[in-house]
């Protein structure tokens, strides 16, 4: 949502920045599709595909969408996984 462009001239809005891993479309991870770089993911996120709901204006389909904060504000930014930290890590060591 914080993609959405602003319509204003020179107007930027705040971006949150994603970490977390993106899951191969070939083989797809369990649960919610997003968990692997969703901020609010939990256990169930994890383990059970999320059913499509009505919203008050929209559908979702998110295990947490009633707890979730209105997008105001960008979802803070997640800690980088192991693997991703690892390849951080290793472009570092590879690029000085
Ligand atoms: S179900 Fe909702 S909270 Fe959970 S990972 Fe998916 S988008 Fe995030």
């Known amino acids: 949502m914080s993609a959405i ?7 930027r809005g705040q ?3 994603l970490g977390g891993d993106i899951p191969s479309p070939a083989n797809p991870p369990p649960g919610c599709k997003f968990h692997t ?4 993911a939990t256990e169930i996120c994890r383990t ?3 059913v499509l709901e009505e919203g008050t204006a ?6 947490h969408w009633r707890e979730l904060p209105a ?5 803070p930014t997640p800690e980088r996984s192991p693997t ?10 590879h690029s000085t």
């Open 5 to 11: 462009p602003v319509p204003s001239p020179g107007g």
């Open 15 to 17: 971006i949150a920045h």
């Open 37 to 40: 770089r969703c901020p609010h």
């Open 48 to 50: 059970t595909r999320p």
């Open 58 to 63: 929209h559908q979702t389909a998110c295990h």
């Open 71 to 75: 997008l105001t504000e960008p979802a």
């Open 84 to 93: 991703t930290a690892a390849r951080f890590a290793l472009w570092r060591e």
